[in-house]
T-cell receptor, first 117, second 111 residues
Framework: EAGVAQSPRYKIIEKRQSVAFWCNPISGHATLYWYQQILGQGPKLLIQFQNNGVVDDSQLPKDRFSAERLKGVDSTLKIQPAKLEDSAVYLC???????????????FGPGTRLLVL | QKEVEQNSGPLSVPEGAIASLNCTYS??????FFWYRQYSGKSPELIMFIYSNGDKEDGRFTAQLNKASQYVSLLIRDSQPSDSATYLCAVHRGSNYKLTFGKGTLLTVNP
């Protein structure tokens, strides 16, 4: 079974530029998550999709970040314009739809390392 | 008070010893608890999850949960150098299955 795919793996941009990240979840996984992990910190949830609907985007800086999941499969996260503090690893994860109130296991992709200069 | 707290370490143990990693959480309504391992430069991978009070064992790993004390721990027996990584505690709260992660504890197992 193929894992969560992400691209690109690395990206270097200058501040005020825009950047986009792509994620393809594990086949059959309805829930998709985007996390931001700053060096030395745990992952922070930015946005969570269930199929193609947003479940939680409370920590997404909506003035500069946007995300979509068309057709309920792959997803794109965009930053426009980027700031220095956006330098981080952006992790995509997916899981089956949780049932019975239990959290399903989240499987993480390899991440995209973003450096904003 | 942070939602999920972990001692950032580093925690250093000799090979073959027991490593004990601790995590506290603030939300008494938390339902599920997860331990992820993250090697340097890699993405997190699930080690164990626990839902009920008590111990849960899987090979060399034991997760312990005490909801009254809002405390969850991970014990690694017979620690190996390959166990050297950052261990992330994650807590599930809320009906939208949101996971909140701690900062992680860096474990170093010395040969």
């Amino acid at each position: 079974e193929a894992g969560v795919a992400q691209s690109p793996r690395y990206k270097i941009i200058e501040k005020r530029q825009s950047v986009a990240f792509w994620c393809n979840p594990i086949s059959g996984h309805a829930t998709l998550y985007w996390y931001q992990q700053i060096l030395g910190q745990g992952p922070k949830l930015l946005i969570q999709f269930q199929n193609n609907g947003v479940v939680d985007d409370s920590q997404l800086p909506k003035d500069r970040f946007s995300a979509e999941r068309l057709k309920g499969v792959d997803s794109t996260l965009k930053i426009q314009p980027a700031k220095l503090e956006d330098s981080a690893v952006y992790l995509c994860a997916s899981s089956l739809i949780a049932a019975g109130g239990k959290q399903e296991t989240q499987y993480f992709g390899p991440g995209t390392r973003l450096l904003v200069l | 008070q942070k939602e999920v707290e972990q001692n950032s370490g580093p925690l250093s143990v000799p090979e073959g010893a027991i490593a004990s990693l601790n995590c506290t959480y603030s939300d008494r309504g938390s339902q599920s608890f997860f331990w992820y391992r993250q090697y340097s430069g890699k993405s997190p991978e699930l080690i164990m999850f626990i839902y009920s009070n008590g111990d849960k064992e899987d090979g060399r790993f034991t997760a312990q949960l005490n909801k009254a004390s809002q405390y969850v721990s991970l014990l690694i027996r017979d620690s190996q150098p390959s166990d050297s990584a950052t261990y992330l505690c994650a807590v599930h709260r809320g009906s939208n299955y949101k996971l909140t992660f701690g900062k992680g504890t860096l474990l170093t197992v010395n040969p």
